[in-house]
């Protein structure tokens, strides 16, 4: 975890990021990992803001490890757990010829595209009631 100033403006509030390794095929080996996550979780931060699930742009499938990382968070913070979370897309270049790359998919790969999809796979699968907000870096 690292613990900083937001935007680095010591006048603004301070904020910690935890960045968790995406969970990999190999969750036996990745034990220690997740038992470290959920220490440092109950017992040093004790309380999160936000969490943010990152999608590489192009990833477009729910898959196991996605859903044993969500499972580990519903187990430790129930189905409240939602209610905190965005998404992000990764790897989402913003310049003119990615957006003309996008935009000659079929369908077109837009920010609204992007955010129904994955809303729709997530309610179908974790039955949400509401939308997902989203951001593209």
Do not use: C
Not at 5 to 18: F, H, M
Not at 19 to 48: A, H, S
Not at 57 to 66: A, G, H
């Amino acid at each position: 975890a690292d613990t900083g100033y937001w935007l680095g403006d010591r006048d603004k509030g301070r904020v910690t990021v935890i960045d968790t390794p995406g969970f990999g095929n190999k969750l036996v080996e990745e034990e220690d990992t997740i038992e470290k996550l959920v220490t440092t979780l109950k017992e040093e931060i004790k309380y999160v803001d936000v969490f943010v699930i990152a999608f590489k742009q192009n990833d477009n499938r729910m898959t196991d490890s996605l859903r044993s990382m969500i499972s580990l968070f519903e187990k430790m913070f129930g189905h409240k757990f939602w209610d905190n979370v965005i998404l992000e897309a990764t790897h989402w270049n913003h310049g003119n010829q990615a957006n003309r790359v996008r935009q000659d998919k079929i369908p077109k790969l837009t920010e609204e595209f992007w955010t129904r999809e994955w809303n729709r796979k997530l309610k179908e699968e974790y039955k949400l009631e509401n939308n997902l907000d989203s951001i593209f870096i």
